[in-house]
């Protein structure tokens, strides 16, 4: 059973590069892809992006601009950088493993969130 | 872009049965799956592949598809199925995965 936990800053300052980081206990970094969802406060959920096994990402279209994932093999972990941030991206992020395949994604397996609030 | 639209709001008195929408044009190439989420929690799968439970999930929870709707079902709605319901599916062009904005369950 996979278990994901985020870490990172709480607090980031605008313009500034946010940076989470997801550790992935239980599973192997390599075996699957892995994804970030977020939710600003009071309102719904957004997928930011995936990235698989195969170093393929896909990002939300309206973030791609300033959004990476990457995946550390060595250490069982990935990662999110989103530059330039503003208070519009003040939110929880999850970390989540997709699961599914060509016909379809969903996410099985999240992790509790982090609140990252952005602001000077 | 591909959006998912769900109703805001569902009201329902305990024992009764709720049915939650989620319409999109893209639905009739593509899965629906649905999430529950409680405050302060991590949302939890409900729903995959349009109507099968992952284990765990209680039988009063089911899933259907018509056309471009999906339709997530509670029977017997209990105090506990209080909650913010998602639904998602994915843009079978560019494989961009999209949330609804979410149904909040109020149980009377």
């Known amino acids: 059973q996979a278990q994901l936990q985020e870490s990172g800053p709480g607090l980031v300052k605008p313009s500034e590069t946010l940076s989470l980081t997801c550790t992935v206990s239980?599973?192997?970094?390599?075996?699957?892809?892995w994804s970030w969802v977020r939710q600003p406060p009071g309102k719904g959920l957004e997928w930011v992006g995936y990235?698989?096994?195969?170093?393929?990402?896909n990002y939300n279209p309206s973030l791609k601009s300033r959004v990476t994932i990457s995946v550390d093999t060595s250490r069982n972990n990935f990662s999110l950088r989103l530059s330039s941030v503003t208070a519009a991206d003040t939110a929880v992020y999850y970390c989540a493993r997709p699961a599914g395949d060509s016909s379809g994604y969903y996410f099985d397996h999240w992790g509790q969130g982090l609140l990252v609030t952005v602001s000077s | 872009s591909y959006e998912l639209t769900q109703p805001p709001s569902v009201s329902v008195s305990p024992g009764q049965t709720a049915r939650i929408t989620c319409s999109g044009d893209?639905?009739?190439?593509?899965?629906g799956y649905w999430y529950q989420q409680k405050p302060g929690q991590a949302p939890l799968l409900l729903i995959y592949k349009d109507n099968k439970r992952p284990s765990g999930i209680p039988e009063r929870f089911s899933g259907s598809r018509s056309g471009t709707i999906v339709t997530l079902t509670i029977s017997g709605v209990q105090a506990e199925d209080e909650a913010d319901y998602y639904c998602q599916s994915a843009d079978s062009a560019t494989n961009i995965l999209v949330f609804g904005g979410g149904t909040k369950l109020t149980v009377l």
């Open positions: 239980g599973d192997s970094i390599s075996s699957h892809c």
């Open positions: 893209g639905l009739p190439r593509q899965y």
């Open positions: 990235i698989c096994y195969s170093g393929s990402t």
